[in-house]
């Protein structure tokens, strides 16, 4: 019988031996012989494997298997009609003689090939006739191709398909011939093979950082959604980008990336042959291919298309602190004096939605939070910043007149609205019910601004942490539930979590001022971001920090982000780090998680782990639900501990901010896996236990409860162990690193010079304190580095070149200071002490600019110097030289 089903459809049709080659041809749930014959598919039904049963993968999307019902070879689809070369490269029409299965098929389709730069193609596909959403985006426009490019492009007529190839490898980067092209109204899917089975990116998901589909079927759902960050499941933010391996023997490893510029709801399945496949419920194909062929080559070309990340307020890098729950005033004064009296450094205090009176946004409890704004102002006057918390959903239900928000949002008609209505759409959050602004409505972002600085007046809040962003609701659409039309109920559903686009959310019939919620849902978060910011900026006319859990691809422009809503447990910590690795590569570099975990109760083991690795996250705030989880409340060695850590990130302040200026001007990660320094050493593949701060620091955390060890790779090159300088005798393997509770292993890479600071009890209070030097010396002797400094709040401080930048360069025993723009001289800049690590011959003398100087000493077991009393007024606009003689 099963024969006799397969076979009927065409024997020969159907031969495809190579399970992995298949391709499914019924994504929806429960399918049938029935179902998939209806659309001339092969069936041949698939067991779960043993394997999979045994490991009872239950959710979603684990447990996707060979399919069942499959595409036969000559499954209709799309041929070339016309084929014409253009200014941008070549335009072609395709056409399909027949519908297959979905509603709405649309038979004539136009194809951009655009040549757009040297290491970066895009392919356009539309309806030929009738203009479709797309992507609001503003995304480079080029008219003229380039003539020299780094791939090849050909096209296959009949059936259509388009190839792309490395010129100078000849490995295909992209092929869709692998699957038939469906393009309905609401259903586009389409495939293409990948050069390797090894993929990073791909989120918001948790997973480890390496999706390795060697073996396995993936289906992972972008679908922005406000739940717990569990595997497998539809996260808060939606980025359609992956990168890469190209795997061949004996040619190096390259990387490229793909992004699929779409915002409607869709699933990416990934399946061992290798291949892609995109199924997106709306919008056109406009898929961009860069050839890298570094990993940082990748991310470059990409925040080329989306938007480079925004440069953070100085103050933002320090350490921040925050709890679900202070309830009262009375508690966040005993939190904030206990971490004064222990001598935390620490930069930022935050509430979170129970400081507001009764869930309302832009308001204080004016009981349990008395005093609010005069603690804020004390709190400033020290330095130190305060952020608050705002939700999207407006309470609808206050009596008119007495809640601005709402008043004036009524009356500037920026409220997302229902289906074929101008009445807003209601839903039900935190307040109770509520309307939804609509940020893609250019009139919001006043709206924003006068409701966000009306609050300002009330408490100077320094940032504005924008939550519930997906955007959440309590009820599935509406209070009301929504329209059964074909954007509530689309014909095919991607695999959300809740089964339907409504799930937790708005309807997606509902309307915006760009488009329907249909297309724009996984951009709410975009779009309050942006209005986020350009609100802080008119309000504060300071550089804006914004926070934000939802995200799309370029959000990185606008805000920070966080993980979520993470529990205090040892698996969350690991899950961290390829989050915050994942999120650098999509341009949203300054990312951290709840230090210590939001959800449950922390242990002080744990939350002791959780501060030395969040000490090394770009944002680093402690945030939870359970009890007090503040460094001040524990123990006192655990406090030590602690201390030691944010003593550390304090310390390396000017390489952080560093970063961030080169991640905003030259689109540079932050933090990197090791993979993308050494992809010639397989070992570094998927390593997402440990990870590099720029280049140069290598961080391998403990992540296992009750064990002293840490199993870790370094890779092949000169590292010095931090902070003793002693250099790592062992390379190119796997070790065990001592990681006793008070330490966090970190490893400081040879070549590289680090600008350091004396930490003050806060950043701002630290600001004219002395620098220092990390000069970690290659096996040749050299190393090199910069610093940018600015008043770290400013707008323009680049555009007017109101700040500094230094070079710094060690070689044949000589540290040369180059100070290429000294013009914010606001705040000194000594320089007070150099480190020279991997100094092998003990030093004799020292001199400074010329001068003979006493003031250093050599470890011989080390073979480090330390030259200090330096004094050294680093703004004197010249080049200054540290050198050092040795014994013969
Ligand atoms: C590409 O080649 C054409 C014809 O040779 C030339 O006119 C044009 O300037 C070139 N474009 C670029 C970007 O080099
Ligand atoms: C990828 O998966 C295969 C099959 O499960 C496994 O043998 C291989 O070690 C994995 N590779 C990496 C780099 O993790
Ligand atoms: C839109 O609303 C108008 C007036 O209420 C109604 O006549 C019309 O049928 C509605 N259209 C749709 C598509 O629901
Ligand atoms: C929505 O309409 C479809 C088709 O008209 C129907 O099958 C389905 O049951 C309806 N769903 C609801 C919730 O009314
Ligand atoms: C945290 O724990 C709760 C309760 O066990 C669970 O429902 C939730 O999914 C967990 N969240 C994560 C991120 O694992
Ligand atoms: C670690 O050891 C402590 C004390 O022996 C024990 O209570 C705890 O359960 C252990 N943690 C884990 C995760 O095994
Ligand atoms: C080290 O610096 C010297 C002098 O600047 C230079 O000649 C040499 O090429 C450098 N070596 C390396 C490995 O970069
Ligand atoms: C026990 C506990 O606190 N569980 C929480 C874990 O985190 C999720 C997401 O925030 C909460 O919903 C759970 O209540």
Redesign the pocket.
């Known amino acids: 019988m099963l024969l006799f089903i397969v076979w009927s459809v065409s024997a020969q049709q159907c031969d495809q031996p190579l399970k992995a080659a298949r391709f499914d041809c019924h994504p929806e749930p429960s399918v049938t012989s029935e179902k998939c014959l209806a659309r001339k598919c092969c069936w041949q039904p698939q067991m779960r494997s043993m394997i999979q049963l045994f490991k009872n993968t239950s959710s979603n999307s684990a447990g996707i298997n060979v399919p069942s019902c499959y595409y036969p070879r000559d499954f209709p689809t799309y041929q070339v009609k016309t084929n014409e070369p253009t200014a941008f490269g070549q335009r072609l029409t395709i056409i399909k003689q027949q519908s297959t299965y979905m509603p709405n098929e649309i038979l004539s389709l136009t194809v951009d090939l655009i040549y757009e730069t040297a290491q970066r193609f895009r392919l356009r596909i539309y309806d030929s006739t009738k203009k479709r959403f797309e992507v609001p985006l503003s995304v480079p426009v080029i008219q003229t191709k380039v003539n020299v490019t780094d791939y090849d492009v050909s096209i296959s007529q009949k059936p259509f398909a388009i190839l792309v190839k490395r010129k100078s490898t000849g490995i295909t980067l992209f092929d869709s011939s692998v699957s038939p092209l469906i393009y309905a109204d609401q259903f586009i899917r389409f495939s293409s093979y990948l050069s390797s089975p090894f993929l990073y990116g791909l989120g918001e998901h948790?997973q480890p950082l390496l999706i390795n589909v060697t073996n396995e079927w993936r289906k992972l759902t972008f679908w922005t959604r406000d739940t717990?960050?569990?595997q497998n499941n539809n996260l808060y933010g939606v980025h359609a980008f992956h990168i890469n391996l190209e795997k061949k023997n004996n040619t190096p490893n390259n990387f490229h990336g793909q992004f699929f510029l779409n915002s409607n709801a869709m699933d990416i399945d990934l399946q061992p042959l290798p291949a892609i496949t995109y199924t997106t419920v709306g919008g056109i194909i406009d898929l961009y291919l860069f050839t890298g062929p570094t990993a940082q080559d990748v991310i470059q070309q990409y925040w080329d298309v989306i938007g480079k990340p925004t440069m953070p307020p100085y103050w933002s890098l320090g350490f921040h602190l925050c709890r679900y729950a202070y309830n009262s005033i009375d508690n966040l004064r005993a939190v904030i004096k206990r971490m004064h009296d222990a001598q935390f450094p620490y930069d930022v205090q935050w509430t979170d939605i129970d400081a507001m009176s009764s869930h309302l946004d832009f308001t204080y409890d004016k009981t349990t939070f008395n005093g609010l704004p005069d603690l804020v102002r004390a709190l400033q006057a020290e330095g130190k910043h305060y952020v608050n918390i705002i939700d999207p959903g407006i309470s609808s239900t206050q009596p008119s007149g007495t809640y601005l928000p709402y008043d004036d949002g009524l009356k500037r008609a920026i409220f997302m609205t229902k289906f074929n209505s101008t009445q807003p759409i209601i839903g039900k959050v935190w307040p109770g019910l509520t309307a939804f602004p609509d940020f893609t409505n250019e009139n919001s972002i006043e709206w924003w601004t006068n409701v966000a600085a009306t609050f300002h007046d009330i408490i100077p809040f320094d940032g504005i942490w924008i939550d519930m962003n997906e955007p959440s609701n309590f009820v599935d659409g509406s209070h009301v539930g929504c329209t059964n039309n074909s954007l509530d109920n689309p014909p095919f559903v991607p695999h959300v979590l809740g089964n339907t686009l409504y799930a937790f959310t708005v309807c997606p019939s509902a309307q915006q001022a760009l488009s329907s919620h249909y297309n724009l849902h996984n951009m709410y978060g975009y779009f309050e971001a942006r209005a986020t910011n350009l609100a802080l900026k008119t309000i504060r006319h300071k550089r804006p920090f914004v926070l934000s859990r939802s995200s799309f691809a370029g959000s990185g422009q606008f805000t920070a982000h966080w993980t979520g809503?993470?529990?205090s447990?040892f698996?969350?910590m690991y899950f961290s780090i390829p989050a915050i690795i994942s999120f650098n590569i999509f341009g949203i570099p300054n990312t951290g998680a709840d230090i210590c975990g939001f959800?449950?109760d922390t242990t002080e083991e744990l939350c002791t782990r959780w501060m030395q690795l969040g000490a090394f996250y770009p944002f680093m705030r402690n945030h939870n639900a359970g009890k007090d989880q503040d460094p001040a409340v524990f123990s006192w060695t655990a406090q030590q501990i602690m201390k030691q850590a944010l003593l550390m990130r304090y310390s390396f302040i000017p390489f952080w901010y560093t970063l961030h200026h080169q991640a905003a001007m030259a689109s540079k990660t932050l933090v990197q896996p090791l993979h993308f320094e050494f992809p010639n050493d397989d070992n570094t593949i998927g390593i997402d236990q440990q990870f590099l701060i720029g280049r140069a620091i290598l961080v391998s955390p403990n992540l296992v409860s009750n064990t002293t060890v840490v199993h870790a790779y370094i890779p092949q090159d000169v590292w010095y162990e931090f902070p003793s300088g002693s250099q790592v005798k062992d390379v190119g393997i796997f070790t065990d690193l001592d990681a006793p509770l008070e330490k966090i292993n970190v490893h400081i890479r040879g070549g590289f010079i680090i600008p350091m600071q004396i930490p003050g009890d806060n950043l701002m209070m630290g600001r004219g304190n002395p620098f220092t030097l990390l000069v970690a010396q290659s096996i040749s002797g050299n190393a090199t580095g910069n610093l940018f400094w600015d008043d770290g709040d400013s707008l323009d401080s680049i555009e007017t070149k109101t700040y500094n930048y230094f070079e710094f360069s060690c070689s044949l025993n000589t540290l040369t200071i180059n100070a290429i723009v000294a013009n914010y001289k606001d705040s000194p800049m000594r320089l007070e002490l150099v480190r020279i690590l991997g100094v092998s011959k003990p030093v004799m003398s020292v001199n400074v600019n010329g001068k003979e100087h006493n003031g250093f000493f050599y470890n011989i077991p080390d073979q480090i110097l330390v030259v200090h009393s330096l004094d050294m007024d680093m703004l004197v606009q010249s080049i200054q030289k540290i050198e050092w003689t040795t014994a013969h």
Do not use: M, Q, S
């Open positions: 948790r717990p960050p569990v809503d993470n529990n447990t698996e969350d959800g449950l």
